[in-house]
């Protein structure tokens, strides 16, 4: 099975910073990786998709990058509304998530 | 506009079945692959089970494997998930996903989930 692991667990940031974001795989998932927002007692969001593509309708201040086993989701300027965890998803060989990354304002 | 609505959670003793129903609208859901993720109290997400678009292939990990079905009814718009011998560590929200494709099985929607309990 493949693992995914997520840092940091906790991210405390100020609005406009620069914030990055870390997952990685176990083995080889090439580009297949999603990133996903979830707010308080909300269901998950598609941020990005096979690791840098922009779902439709997000800001572009969010961006993914990385293949193979490291992978990075970048905000470029931290918003308030930006307050929530973030995972991410292997979908390689079967799927697989990572434990998440909780993101608030400092 | 994608909607995705589940129902039928609620409280349950241990050993015992529960049936969640998802409502699909918006999009033509007998395209789409779908399935269930959960996700345990203060836990991260995990994947239960996936469906393809005509219902002969399902696909599920261990952790399920035997104890939870998945269904669909296409003509209802309308997905299921089945839950019998049912543990304490299956105490989640449950929500109902689709895939973005049979080739690419990251989800691209999610409906807002329904909570699941298992205690005696």
């Known amino acids: 099975d493949i693992q995914m692991t997520q840092s940091p667990s906790f991210l405390s940031a100020s609005v406009g910073d620069r914030v990055t974001l870390s997952c990685k795989a176990s083995?080889?998932?090439?580009?297949?990786l999603a990133w996903y927002q979830q707010k308080l007692g909300e269901a998950p969001k598609l941020l990005i998709y096979n690791a840098n593509n922009l779902q439709t309708g997000i800001p572009s201040r969010f961006s993914g990058s990385g293949s193979g086993t490291d992978f990075t989701l970048t905000v470029s300027s931290l918003q308030p509304e930006d307050v929530a965890t973030y995972f991410c998803l292997q979908h390689n060989s079967w799927l697989t998530f990572g434990s998440g990354t909780k993101l608030e304002i400092k | 506009e994608v909607q995705l609505v589940e129902s039928g959670g609620g409280l349950v003793q241990p050993g015992r079945s529960l049936k969640l129903s998802c409502a699909a609208s918006?999009?033509?859901?007998?395209?789409?692959?779908m399935a269930w993720v959960r996700q345990a109290p203060k836990k991260g997400l995990e994947w239960v089970a996936t469906?393809?678009?005509?219902?002969?292939?399902?696909y599920y990990p261990d952790s399920v494997k035997g104890r939870f079905t998945i269904s669909r009814d296409n003509a209802k718009s309308s997905l299921y998930l089945q839950m019998n011998s049912l543990k304490s560590e299956d105490t989640a929200t449950y929500y109902c996903a689709r895939h973005r494709r049979s080739s690419e099985w990251y989800f691209d929607f999610w409906g807002p989930g329904t909570m699941v309990t298992v205690s005696s």
């Open positions: 469906i393809s678009t005509s219902g002969s292939r399902s």
């Open positions: 918006g999009f033509t859901f007998s395209n789409y692959y």
């Open positions: 083995q080889n998932i090439n580009k297949y």
